[in-house]
């Protein structure tokens, strides 16, 4: 008796989240008659690196420019007896799983490969994806249970510059943590750059100006978890460096930035921040003495 053909197929993909959402791909007719959902991804060419293979097969499933992580977990699935192609077979798959994310202003996924291996792409509740509302490869549920966010801790310098009784804020464009949200001007320190320079750098970048360094106020920091202006899922560790600083009298500052994490720069009144009129993150309250209770310091 002819023994059953060996194949063995080797394969790249991604978990792509957004808020509490995966991205998922729909597998058509031609792999299963029932409704089943799986990551982005297939199978590699001969001679392809997996990291390539994975972002040509998201775009293909779903239209999205992917990015993916340098480092990946690898899973390893025997089925002695499976159809494929419409023989049976001694079936050997090996998947590679990247970490990936996609850019925040991709527009919805939608297939692009023409008689592919599915038919469909979507963004799924995570929820419904673990409860089995939705319907799901094992891969699927295996990958999410080892899926660690990427952890990113950044160091940033912000300043408080007051005109009377206004505080000079930006406003967090949707490309930002926290987004529409008034901040101090300010933002990460670079490698090697000094806390003060990169302070006077940033506020010239969103605001047009150039301000005076003075006292360091106070250190403050805030950890959280949620999608970074570059479209990946972070768990976001921010320490950040108050500092006093002023402008010239004269200055009027004005917005810089363009498609940055900035959308919007102001004096807002203090009676204003104090009454929640403008909504301000709250290193900003700290900052000025506006806490209302011993939540609002991070």
């Known amino acids: 008796m002819a023994s059953t053909p060996k194949r063995q197929r080797v394969a790249a993909y991604a978990v792509i989240l957004r808020d509490e959402e995966i991205l998922l791909s729909r597998l058509s007719p031609l792999v299963t008659s029932e409704e089943l959902w799986t990551l982005p991804g297939g199978g ?28 990946a977990r690898v899973y390893s699935a025997h089925m002695p007896s499976v159809w494929r192609g419409g023989r049976r077979v001694n079936a050997h798959a090996v998947r590679i799983v990247y970490d990936g994310w996609v850019p925040v202003e991709s527009p919805e996924p939608r297939v692009v490969e023409v008689d592919g291996s599915t038919i469909e792409a979507a963004w799924q509740p995570v929820e419904a994806v673990l409860d089995g509302t939705v319907p799901v490869t094992p891969l699927v549920v295996d990958a999410l249970a080892d899926h660690r966010p990427y952890r990113n801790q950044r160091l940033a310098a912000y300043a408080v510059i007051r005109r009377d009784d206004r505080v000079l804020l930006t406003r967090v464009s949707a490309r930002g943590y926290h987004s529409g949200q008034w901040s101090l001007p300010g933002g990460g320190v670079e490698h090697g750059e000094r806390p003060a320079e990169a302070l006077v750098r940033e506020v010239r970048e969103e605001c047009g100006v150039t301000c005076e360094v003075g006292a360091l106020l106070d250190v403050v920091d805030d950890h959280f978890s949620g999608i970074a202006p570059n479209g990946r899922y972070e768990d976001f560790h921010s320490v950040m460096l108050l500092f006093s600083a002023e402008v010239p009298s004269d200055a009027e500052p004005q917005l810089t930035e363009v498609d940055g994490t900035t959308d919007a720069v102001a004096w807002v009144s203090l009676a204003d ?23 609002e310091r991070r």
């Not at 001969?46 to 992580?69: K, N, W, Y």
């Open 44 to 71: 590699l060419d001969h001679g392809e690196d997996p990291r390539d293979a994975v972002i040509r097969e998201v775009h293909e499933e779903t239209g999205l420019d992917a990015t993916v992580s340098d480092t």
């Open 273 to 295: 921040i104090r009454s929640g009129a403008v909504v301000t993150y709250a290193a900003v309250r700290h900052a000025l003495g506006l806490e209302t209770g011993a939540g």
